[in-house]
Protein backbone atom coordinates (compact mmCIF):
# COMPACT_ATOMS: atom_id res chain seq x y z
CA UNK A 1 0.00 0.00 0.00
CA UNK A 2 2.71 2.33 0.90
CA UNK A 3 4.53 1.73 -2.68
CA UNK A 4 1.05 2.73 -4.47
CA UNK A 5 0.45 6.00 -2.21
CA UNK A 6 4.52 6.93 -3.01
CA UNK A 7 3.67 6.05 -6.67
CA UNK A 8 0.35 8.33 -6.75
CA UNK A 9 1.97 11.05 -4.97
CA UNK A 10 4.82 11.48 -7.25
CA UNK A 11 2.31 11.55 -10.21
CA UNK A 12 0.22 14.36 -8.36
CA UNK A 13 3.95 16.40 -7.64
CA UNK A 14 4.78 16.14 -11.36
CA UNK A 15 1.45 16.99 -12.62
CA UNK A 16 1.30 20.26 -10.03
CA UNK A 17 5.04 20.83 -11.63
CA UNK A 18 4.02 20.96 -14.85
CA UNK A 19 1.41 23.52 -14.54
CA UNK A 20 3.35 25.37 -12.62
CA UNK A 21 5.73 25.26 -15.12
CA UNK A 22 4.11 26.53 -17.50
CA UNK A 23 2.71 29.35 -15.91
CA UNK A 24 6.09 30.98 -16.52
CA UNK A 25 5.24 32.73 -19.85
CA UNK A 26 7.96 35.02 -22.02
CA UNK A 27 10.69 35.78 -19.98
CA UNK A 28 10.95 39.68 -20.85
CA UNK A 29 13.96 41.81 -20.64
CA UNK A 30 12.59 43.84 -17.41
CA UNK A 31 11.59 40.10 -15.79
CA UNK A 32 16.00 39.50 -16.53
CA UNK A 33 16.28 42.70 -15.10
CA UNK A 34 14.33 41.55 -11.72
CA UNK A 35 15.55 37.90 -11.44
CA UNK A 36 19.02 38.89 -12.65
CA UNK A 37 19.25 41.45 -9.37
CA UNK A 38 17.09 39.22 -6.80
CA UNK A 39 19.23 36.26 -7.80
CA UNK A 40 22.44 38.41 -7.34
CA UNK A 41 21.22 39.49 -3.83
CA UNK A 42 20.79 35.97 -2.72
CA UNK A 43 24.13 34.68 -4.59
CA UNK A 44 26.72 37.32 -5.58
CA UNK A 45 29.31 39.05 -3.99
CA UNK A 46 28.57 42.28 -1.82
CA UNK A 47 31.15 42.87 0.95
CA UNK A 48 32.93 45.85 -0.61
CA UNK A 49 29.70 47.50 -1.04
CA UNK A 50 30.20 49.36 1.95
CA UNK A 51 33.19 51.57 0.80
CA UNK A 52 35.69 48.74 1.79
CA UNK A 53 37.07 45.79 0.32
CA UNK A 54 37.32 44.53 -3.16
CA UNK A 55 34.78 45.61 -5.26
CA UNK A 56 34.08 42.76 -8.31
CA UNK A 57 31.03 41.61 -9.55
CA UNK A 58 31.06 37.96 -8.53
CA UNK A 59 28.51 35.44 -8.56
CA UNK A 60 28.87 31.96 -7.38
CA UNK A 61 26.65 29.00 -8.23
CA UNK A 62 26.91 25.11 -9.12
CA UNK A 63 23.31 25.00 -11.12
CA UNK A 64 24.58 25.39 -14.46
CA UNK A 65 20.73 26.21 -15.43
CA UNK A 66 21.21 29.82 -12.66
CA UNK A 67 24.49 30.53 -14.23
CA UNK A 68 23.27 30.66 -17.89
CA UNK A 69 20.43 32.79 -16.98
CA UNK A 70 23.19 34.82 -14.74
CA UNK A 71 24.84 34.95 -17.64
CA UNK A 72 22.09 36.24 -20.03
CA UNK A 73 21.46 38.90 -16.78
CA UNK A 74 25.24 39.95 -17.23
CA UNK A 75 25.59 39.97 -21.24
CA UNK A 76 21.60 41.22 -22.02
CA UNK A 77 20.90 43.57 -19.19
CA UNK A 78 24.18 44.68 -18.05
CA UNK A 79 26.21 44.65 -21.40
CA UNK A 80 29.11 43.17 -20.07
CA UNK A 81 32.01 42.65 -22.73
CA UNK A 82 33.11 39.16 -23.45
CA UNK A 83 36.54 40.47 -22.88
CA UNK A 84 35.40 41.31 -19.43
CA UNK A 85 34.93 38.07 -17.82
CA UNK A 86 36.67 36.17 -16.05
CA UNK A 87 35.93 32.36 -14.36
CA UNK A 88 37.09 30.50 -11.38
CA UNK A 89 36.08 26.93 -10.81
CA UNK A 90 35.93 25.73 -7.09
CA UNK A 91 36.16 21.71 -6.98
CA UNK A 92 37.33 18.44 -4.93
CA UNK A 93 40.38 16.85 -4.99
CA UNK A 94 38.30 14.36 -6.57
CA UNK A 95 36.55 15.96 -9.77
CA UNK A 96 38.37 15.76 -13.01
CA UNK A 97 39.68 19.34 -14.17
CA UNK A 98 39.73 19.41 -17.42
CA UNK A 99 36.04 17.95 -17.22
CA UNK A 100 34.78 20.36 -15.19
CA UNK A 101 36.61 23.45 -17.13
CA UNK A 102 35.52 21.94 -20.49
CA UNK A 103 31.85 21.59 -18.82
CA UNK A 104 31.72 25.37 -17.13
CA UNK A 105 33.23 27.14 -20.26
CA UNK A 106 30.18 25.47 -22.60
CA UNK A 107 27.82 26.53 -20.04
CA UNK A 108 28.90 29.70 -19.60
CA UNK A 109 29.92 30.46 -23.39
CA UNK A 110 33.56 31.62 -22.50
CA UNK A 111 36.32 31.10 -24.06
CA UNK A 112 39.05 28.90 -21.62
CA UNK A 113 41.40 31.01 -21.91
CA UNK A 114 39.17 33.78 -19.52
CA UNK A 115 39.13 31.00 -16.60
CA UNK A 116 41.94 31.45 -13.69
CA UNK A 117 43.55 29.42 -11.90
CA UNK A 118 41.30 26.31 -10.36
CA UNK A 119 40.98 26.38 -6.66
CA UNK A 120 40.36 23.19 -4.97
CA UNK A 121 38.15 22.89 -1.48
CA UNK A 122 38.01 19.76 1.31
CA UNK A 123 35.40 20.69 3.69
CA UNK A 124 37.09 20.69 7.15
CA UNK A 125 34.14 18.83 8.64
CA UNK A 126 34.21 15.96 5.52
CA UNK A 127 38.38 15.14 6.08
CA UNK A 128 37.87 13.81 2.83
CA UNK A 129 35.47 11.21 3.02
CA UNK A 130 32.69 13.10 2.14
CA UNK A 131 31.23 10.75 -1.19
CA UNK A 132 28.00 13.62 -2.53
CA UNK A 133 30.12 16.29 -4.11
CA UNK A 134 29.48 18.13 -7.25
CA UNK A 135 30.59 16.62 -10.09
CA UNK A 136 31.16 19.72 -11.55
CA UNK A 137 32.26 22.01 -8.55
CA UNK A 138 30.95 25.34 -8.30
CA UNK A 139 31.50 27.98 -10.31
CA UNK A 140 32.61 31.89 -10.00
CA UNK A 141 31.82 34.33 -12.83
CA UNK A 142 33.77 37.53 -12.18
CA UNK A 143 33.07 41.25 -13.63
CA UNK A 144 35.68 43.46 -12.60
CA UNK A 145 34.16 46.66 -13.33
CA UNK A 146 33.94 48.94 -9.97
CA UNK A 147 31.21 50.73 -11.88
CA UNK A 148 28.99 47.55 -12.59
CA UNK A 149 29.36 46.42 -8.82
CA UNK A 150 27.69 49.77 -7.49
CA UNK A 151 25.67 49.27 -10.25
CA UNK A 152 24.06 46.09 -9.16
CA UNK A 153 24.24 46.92 -5.61
CA UNK A 154 22.01 50.52 -6.01
CA UNK A 155 19.82 47.96 -8.08
CA UNK A 156 19.45 45.93 -5.02
CA UNK A 157 19.09 48.87 -3.02
CA UNK A 158 16.05 49.74 -5.36
CA UNK A 159 14.51 46.20 -5.02
CA UNK A 160 14.55 46.43 -1.44
CA UNK A 161 12.74 49.93 -1.13
CA UNK A 162 10.38 48.66 -3.47
CA UNK A 163 9.76 45.18 -1.60
CA UNK A 164 7.50 47.03 0.85
CA UNK A 165 9.61 45.44 3.99
CA UNK A 166 10.33 46.97 6.67
CA UNK A 167 14.00 48.28 7.48
CA UNK A 168 15.94 46.04 9.93
Known amino acids: RNKAQTVEACKRALIIRKQSSDEIKNLTKNN ?14 KKGAEGRG ?3 VNFTNSDPKMIQLM ?24 TQTEKA ?17 TSYSISSSSRGKRK ?22 GWIDGLKKQSGCSAV
Request: proline residues 0%.
Open 54 to 56: WKC
Open 101 to 117: LKFWSKITAIDKKQFIK
Open 32 to 45: LFLIGIALYWGEGY
Open 132 to 153: NILEYGTVHIRVYDVKLFYRII
Open 71 to 94: MRFFREVCHVEEAKFRVQIMIHKK
